[in-house]
């Protein structure tokens, strides 16, 4: 414990340190502060009182100005200082004083002086000189050889002569400008409202603003300067009137001290680096007594570290090192523990959910939720992930590599679920069986987005491994009722017996009643998605059936935003891939065009009109990028040809191949490229139309429609047909009637 190096080490470090921060911080402080930042604030109190100076004398010119102009050019003026007094020309004198006060708010007041009958005509009436309140001023004009400009500050007595007194800057024009032979026009402006219009340009709280006559005596006596040094002064002499403007930085004392700094700042610097190497001696020591404390407490308690063993150590570190590395090594045991505890936690929570047993628990769900991060008002949407062929891949992989297998699965679905930035919680609940929770606080597009994401997984695991998936999606709802969102994705994808392995299977396909309605839009949308596909003109016909079989059948907005996610979700699974062009259309533009439709509409109407307008962009764009595509004219010329031969029971590529000199394989590359779909799908699909159409319009017999449909065997027709459409022919023509 003698041999305390890390004291030393830290004192000798933090001192250079220290000493350098101190020096430039003194050096940037004095040097920009006092030398930048003092000289910038004078110059810039000078370029203001030149502006006010300048604003001040320009606002005084145009009054002048107009009145001159008035005095040369107003004849109505003229005519009243010429002619005997008459109440018309009284009247038209005074509008003319009214309009002077109106056009410059500065003006206190305004009269004329009549010298002809020495009467005064101010706004409200017209009197003899003797009996005018400001009389005074009208005398002193008359006595002066010469017009001068503005006055200083005096003060002038109101319209009466009880009226209290203004203090006013004045202005006596002669009439005519040179003789003054008619009379006077009187000008007077409040000394209150040149001092607003300075306040008006500065603040206050900053800068000091005062006007002198050419005597040198204040317009504002209110307004004190505090300081009497002239450097954070600023004066501007006005040509025109002769005032002196002076305006002063509020600055206080440090501003002065800023200023006139010298010895006082060289004081501070050397008291803050004494100050500085004192406080570094003292935090140095105080923050090593911890650690001193820490040795003694080791030295203590340790039974396996013997004292005799630090006497070859340099320093005390090697004592706490051998104390901290048995430490870590329990540390990583109980470490392993706990992420065995937190795996059966998790574990145990999930199934929680799942049974729901936390609906009536609700302070044991408030805990977990707060240890799992989940906020209040979470939405939770179940999936089933479940390995199609189980008992085969059992067969075919010993038990080792169905573990790898369900790791890679369960690794992929973590990874698809991080790139989309997507809260899930994943189990195993069966052997075959995967269940996935979607968690978001947003619950808009919570279905949607699990779809996608359900699709990504399912597409993957079909290319790279080899075996495939199915996946049953519930729908959403909050914590209470994640049992039900669950129970509907078990149901969903126990339904793949019926409706087909490696695919994904809604709540929406499966509910009770889709054999009905909810088939139908099913179907009308998978029509739209197919001719918007193809670029065909029906796609707008199915999809006007599907708005007005929602409005009649008055579906609710939850059924409809449900719906109208599942044909964004078929849209954007049919155009992928198809064209880097319309591609980047879609999750550039269109896709968010038809979320934020359906978001910002009220009514049907307005949904069904904003979905038509975004659609056929996209049908113009594909026509647009068709008509420009290799071998387009050719299989236009090819579909029209399997649209008319369709239910000829030899058509295949072959026969396509012989009559149009193309060979097969190339033939089926066009038609998944061109198309959409490889040839026997566009086939059936032709097929399954028309047959559908056959069942609803005629009697006839399955025997006999599968002959006119193509097909040479019933039992044959009658598989695919299933197979395509989700029910028995018969059955389908059941649910028409």
Same mark, same amino acid.
Request: hydrophobic content about 40%.
């Given at each position: 414990?003698?041999?305390?190096?890390?004291?030393?080490?830290?004192?000798?470090?933090?001192?250079?340190?220290?000493?350098?921060?101190?020096?430039?911080?003194?050096?940037?402080?004095?040097?920009?502060?006092?030398?930048?930042?003092?000289?910038?604030?004078?110059?810039?109190?000078?370029?203001?009182?030149?502006?006010?100076?300048?604003?001040?004398?320009?606002?005084?010119?145009?009054?002048?100005?107009?009145?001159?102009?008035?005095?040369?050019?107003?004849?109505?003026?003229?005519?009243?200082?010429?002619?005997?007094?008459?109440?018309?020309?009284?009247?038209?004198?005074?509008?003319?004083?009214?309009?002077?006060?109106?056009?410059?708010?500065?003006?206190?007041?305004?009269?004329?002086?009549?010298?002809?009958?020495?009467?005064?005509?101010?706004?409200?009436?017209?009197?003899?000189?003797?009996?005018?309140?400001?009389?005074?001023?009208?005398?002193?004009?008359?006595?002066?050889?010469?017009?001068?400009?503005?006055?200083?500050?005096?003060?002038?007595?109101?319209?009466?002569?009880?009226?209290?007194?203004?203090?006013?800057?004045?202005?006596?024009?002669?009439?005519?400008?040179?003789?003054?032979?008619?009379?006077?026009?009187?000008?007077?402006?409040?000394?209150?409202?040149?001092?607003? &219009? $300075? #306040?008006?340009? *500065?603040? !206050?709280?900053? @800068? +000091?603003?005062?006007?002198?006559?050419?005597?040198?005596?204040?317009? %504002?006596?209110?307004?004190?300067?505090?300081?009497?040094?002239?450097?954070?002064?600023?004066?501007?002499?006005?040509?025109?009137?002769?005032?002196?403007?002076?305006?002063?930085?509020?600055?206080?004392?440090?501003?002065?001290?800023?200023?006139?700094?010298?010895?006082?700042?060289?004081?501070?610097?050397?008291?803050?680096?004494?100050?500085?190497?004192?406080?570094?001696?003292?935090?140095?020591?105080?923050?090593?007594?911890?650690?001193?404390?820490?040795?003694?407490?080791?030295?203590?308690?340790?039974?396996?570290?013997?004292?005799?063993?630090?006497?070859?150590?340099?320093?005390?570190?090697? &004592? $706490? #090192?051998?104390? *901290?590395? !048995?430490?870590? @090594? +329990?540390?990583?045991?109980?470490?392993?523990?706990?992420?065995?505890? %937190?795996?059966?936690?998790?574990?145990?929570?999930?199934?929680?959910?799942?049974?729901?047993?936390?609906?009536?628990?609700?302070?044991?769900?408030?805990?977990?939720?707060?240890?799992?991060?989940?906020?209040?008002?979470?939405?939770?949407?179940?999936?089933?992930?479940?390995?199609?062929?189980?008992?085969?891949?059992?067969?075919?992989?010993?038990?080792?590599?169905?573990?790898?297998?369900?790791?890679?699965?369960?690794?992929?679905?973590?990874?698809?679920?991080?790139?989309?930035?997507?809260?899930?919680?994943?189990?195993?609940?069966?052997?075959?069986?995967?269940?996935?929770?979607?968690?978001?606080?947003?619950?808009?597009?919570?279905?949607?987005?699990?779809?996608?994401?359900?699709?990504?997984?399912?597409?993957?695991?079909?290319?790279?491994?080899?075996?495939?998936?199915?996946?049953?999606?519930?729908?959403?709802?909050?914590?209470?009722?994640?049992?039900?969102?669950?129970?509907?994705?078990?149901?969903?994808?126990?339904?793949?017996?019926?409706?087909?392995?490696?695919?994904?299977?809604?709540?929406?396909?499966?509910?009770?009643?889709?054999?009905?309605?909810?088939?139908?839009?099913?179907?009308?949308?998978?029509?739209?998605?197919?001719?918007?596909?193809?670029?065909?003109?029906?796609?707008?016909?199915?999809?006007?059936?599907?708005?007005?079989?929602?409005?009649?059948?008055?579906?609710?907005?939850?059924?409809?935003?449900?719906?109208?996610?599942?044909?964004?979700?078929?849209?954007?699974?049919?155009?992928?891939?198809?064209?880097?062009?319309?591609?980047?259309?879609?999750?550039?533009?269109?896709?968010?065009?038809?979320?934020?439709?359906?978001?910002?509409?009220?009514?049907?109407?307005?949904?069904?009109?904003?979905?038509?307008?975004?659609?056929?962009?996209?049908?113009?764009?594909?026509?647009?990028?068709?008509?420009?595509?290799?071998?387009?004219?050719?299989?236009?010329?090819?579909?029209?040809?399997?649209?008319?031969?369709?239910?000829?029971?030899?058509?295949?590529?072959?026969?396509?191949?012989?009559?149009?000199?193309?060979?097969?394989?190339?033939?089926?590359?066009?038609?998944?490229?061109?198309?959409?779909?490889?040839?026997?799908?566009?086939?059936?699909?032709?097929?399954?139309?028309?047959?559908?159409?056959?069942?609803?319009?005629?009697?006839?017999?399955?025997?006999?429609?599968?002959?006119?449909?193509?097909?040479?065997?019933?039992?044959?027709?009658?598989?695919?047909?299933?197979?395509?459409?989700?029910?028995?022919?018969?059955?389908?023509?059941?649910?028409?009637?």
């Amino acid at each position: 414990m003698k041999n305390n190096t890390y004291i030393k080490r830290m004192m000798f470090s933090y001192l250079p340190i220290l000493f350098l921060t101190i020096s430039v911080l003194i050096f940037i402080f004095i040097t920009i502060l006092n030398e930048l930042n003092v000289r910038n604030a004078i110059q810039a109190n000078k370029v203001t009182t030149e502006y006010i100076s300048n604003m001040m004398d320009n606002s005084l010119k145009t009054i002048d100005t107009d009145a001159r102009k008035l005095i040369d050019t107003n004849m109505d003026l003229q005519a009243f200082l010429d002619s005997p007094s008459d109440r018309l020309l009284n009247y038209a004198a005074s509008n003319i004083l009214s309009d002077m006060m109106v056009q410059h708010n500065f003006i206190d007041s305004v009269y004329f002086y009549r010298a002809k009958d020495k009467q005064v005509l101010d706004q409200s009436k017209i009197r003899p000189l003797d009996e005018f309140p400001d009389r005074s001023y009208i005398t002193e004009l008359l006595n002066q050889p010469y017009s001068s400009n503005w006055s200083s500050p005096r003060f002038k007595k109101g319209s009466y002569e009880e009226d209290l007194t203004i203090k006013v800057i004045s202005l006596g024009r002669k009439i005519p400008i040179n003789t003054g032979s008619l009379g006077y026009m009187v000008i007077n402006v409040k000394v209150d409202a040149l001092s607003k &219009f $300075i #306040d008006e340009m *500065i603040d !206050r709280n900053l @800068t +000091n603003a005062q006007i002198y006559d050419d005597q040198h005596v204040p317009f %504002l006596p209110e307004v004190a300067f505090a300081s009497s040094n002239k450097g954070v002064h600023a004066e501007v002499v006005s040509d025109y009137t002769g005032w002196t403007y002076q305006t002063e930085i509020k600055g206080g004392k440090l501003y002065s001290i800023l200023l006139n700094g010298g010895l006082f700042w060289i004081f501070s610097i050397l008291c803050a680096i004494l100050l500085a190497v004192g406080s570094t001696f003292y935090v140095t020591r105080r923050n090593y007594k911890p650690i001193e404390a820490i040795l003694h407490r080791i030295d203590r308690f340790s039974t396996t570290i013997k004292p005799a063993d630090l006497k070859n150590d340099k320093n005390e570190f090697a &004592f $706490i #090192d051998q104390a *901290i590395e !048995r430490l870590i @090594t +329990n540390n990583m045991a109980f470490q392993e523990k706990q992420q065995e505890d %937190l795996t059966i936690r998790r574990q145990q929570f999930l199934q929680s959910l799942l049974n729901g047993e936390y609906e009536a628990e609700k302070e044991i769900w408030v805990q977990e939720r707060e240890h799992y991060a989940l906020r209040e008002g979470t939405r939770f949407i179940a999936a089933i992930l479940e390995m199609d062929h189980y008992v085969q891949f059992c067969l075919k992989y010993n038990q080792k590599d169905q573990s790898l297998f369900k790791f890679v699965v369960n690794s992929v679905v973590v990874e698809f679920a991080e790139q989309h930035k997507h809260q899930i919680m994943i189990e195993w609940i069966a052997k075959n069986r995967l269940v996935i929770l979607h968690m978001s606080e947003e619950e808009q597009d919570l279905e949607h987005n699990l779809l996608k994401l359900a699709e990504q997984i399912r597409s993957w695991i079909a290319d790279q491994l080899d075996f495939t998936v199915t996946i049953g999606i519930g729908t959403a709802t909050d914590a209470g009722n994640i049992i039900r969102s669950f129970q509907e994705a078990t149901h969903a994808v126990n339904r793949k017996v019926t409706l087909g392995i490696n695919q994904i299977i809604d709540t929406i396909e499966v509910q009770e009643g889709t054999s009905s309605e909810w088939f139908t839009y099913l179907q009308w949308i998978q029509a739209v998605v197919r001719q918007v596909r193809q670029a065909e003109s029906g796609w707008l016909d199915h999809l006007v059936n599907l708005f007005q079989e929602m409005r009649t059948q008055g579906l609710s907005k939850e059924d409809i935003d449900r719906l109208l996610h599942y044909l964004i979700f078929q849209m954007e699974r049919e155009l992928e891939g198809i064209m880097p062009e319309i591609d980047k259309h879609w999750h550039s533009s269109m896709k968010s065009d038809l979320l934020l439709g359906l978001e910002q509409s009220d009514t049907l109407d307005q949904i069904e009109a904003s979905y038509r307008q975004t659609i056929e962009k996209m049908v113009e764009q594909l026509l647009e990028l068709s008509q420009n595509r290799r071998h387009h004219v050719l299989m236009k010329e090819i579909r029209s040809f399997v649209a008319e031969n369709f239910t000829d029971p030899n058509l295949s590529l072959t026969l396509l191949s012989d009559r149009f000199q193309v060979n097969s394989k190339y033939l089926s590359q066009l038609f998944k490229e061109e198309i959409g779909e490889n040839f026997s799908d566009f086939l059936i699909t032709l097929r399954m139309e028309y047959a559908k159409k056959l069942l609803i319009e005629t009697k006839e017999n399955v025997q006999d429609i599968s002959e006119r449909t193509g097909y040479t065997s019933s039992i044959s027709f009658s598989r695919v047909f299933k197979k395509w459409v989700g029910m028995s022919p018969g059955q389908y023509r059941e649910s028409q009637q």
